[in-house]
């Protein structure tokens, strides 16, 4: 790595090893994806690091799942910290970790990724980060929530879903476009959501239609709503919900963080709602990593405000 770029290529990795280019602060941490090129992460965590003296830098690299353990190897050898990875290889971080947290095993998929003696540890702070931001915008535990997660079938449907599921909430409505996938999650999560007293996990639990009239039937009998699907993102992008259907009870977190004001939110905003962005959980989820490499509190503010200097950028 002869200098700093926006987007490095496991090429990059392998030139610094075989030819000792490097960049400064050095490159010691970074996140895999495929595409990569949108993340904020490096926003998100080099003031951070920048803040704590800590002398390193955050990067993107560009992996494809193909090359995924070629690229985890280099940067092994090559005195990373760790990494994050994002999509598509949350799947394929799991199965290539010596170690994984129980956490992370539970919710299917790692993101973070850290070495220590020589070995590779995995674990998942989307979950937990979900429910700080949360905890954050609404001042409730998801525990005390009837929620409904739209786009229960994808993968960070799935995460949230499985971390939703772990914290018992009063209900849990499942909804994907794809209604087998969210069949397949409800079997999966059943058996969290049993308990001695409570045997009628069924009506905890419950696959909506994808139709308006489906979330009609459900929408009465929840609080929280989450939009896990990438609708949203997109102008021409069809509603997820008919503006009519959102109720002044009802908390709205959409997992999109671009645009910041999706239809949704606005919708919600409307309708009397109280709403609140991806964003948040992408600063959970990196300030989690950030702890899982240093083991020390992670500047929080710090990292909120880059991230909204550099999502409105
Ligand atoms: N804020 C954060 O920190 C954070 C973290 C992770 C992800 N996200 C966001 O979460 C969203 C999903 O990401 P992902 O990684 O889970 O993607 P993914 O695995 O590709 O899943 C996409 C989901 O969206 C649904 N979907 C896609 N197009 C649809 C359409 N036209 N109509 C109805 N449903 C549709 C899919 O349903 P099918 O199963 O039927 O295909 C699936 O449930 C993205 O917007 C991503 O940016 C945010």
């Known amino acids: ?83 994050n990875c994002t999509i598509p290889l949350k799947f394929a971080a799991l199965d290539a970790c010596d170690h994984v947290d129980e956490l992370a095993g539970k919710l299917g998929a790692v993101n973070t990724i850290c070495f220590e003696d020589g070995k590779i540890f ?8 979900f429910l700080r931001a949360i905890r954050e915008a609404f ?25 939703c599921a772990l914290e018992t909430p009063e209900r849990l409505v499942l909804a994907n476009r794809t209604r087998e996938k969210a069949e397949l ?8 959501l049993e308990d001695e007293l409570i045997h009628a996990a069924s009506s905890r639990l419950q696959v909506a239609d994808w139709s308006n009239e489906g979330l009609e039937a459900e929408l009465g009998n929840v609080d929280l709503i989450v939009n896990a699907t990438s609708l949203g993102m997109k102008r021409s992008d069809p509603d997820l919900i008919p503006a009519h259907l959102l109720q002044p009870h009802h908390l709205v977190y ?5 645009p910041q004001r999706t239809k949704l939110l606005s919708d919600a905003q409307n309708a009397g709602a109280r709403t609140a962005n991806g964003l948040s959980m ?32």
């Open 122 to 129: 995995g674990s998942n702070s989307d979950g937990p980060g």
């Open 185 to 192: 999650l409800r079997a999966e999560v059943a058996p969290l």
């Open 139 to 163: 001042a409730i535990d998801a525990h005390d929530l009837r929620i409904m997660i739209l786009g229960a079938g994808g993968g960070a449907g799935r995460a949230v879903t499985m971390q």
């Open 1 to 83: 790595m002869t200098e700093e770029k926006q987007i490095y290529t496991i090429e990059d990795l392998t030139l610094q090893a075989t030819q000792g280019h490097g960049i400064s602060p050095p490159a010691r941490l970074s996140v895999f994806g495929d595409p990569v090129g949108h993340s904020l992460s490096p926003q998100l965590h080099n003031p951070a690091l920048k803040a704590c003296g800590i002398d390193a830098q955050y990067i993107r690299v560009h992996v494809a799942e193909h090359n995924f353990l070629e690229a985890l190897g280099a940067i092994k050898d090559h005195g990373f910290l760790g990494t």
């Open 282 to 313: 992408l600063l959970h989820q990196g300030a989690i990593s950030f702890e899982t490499w240093f083991n020390r509190e992670a500047p929080l503010e710090i990292m909120r405000r880059s991230l909204e200097d550099a999502s409105t950028s």
């Open 254 to 258: 959409d997992m999109v963080y671009s």
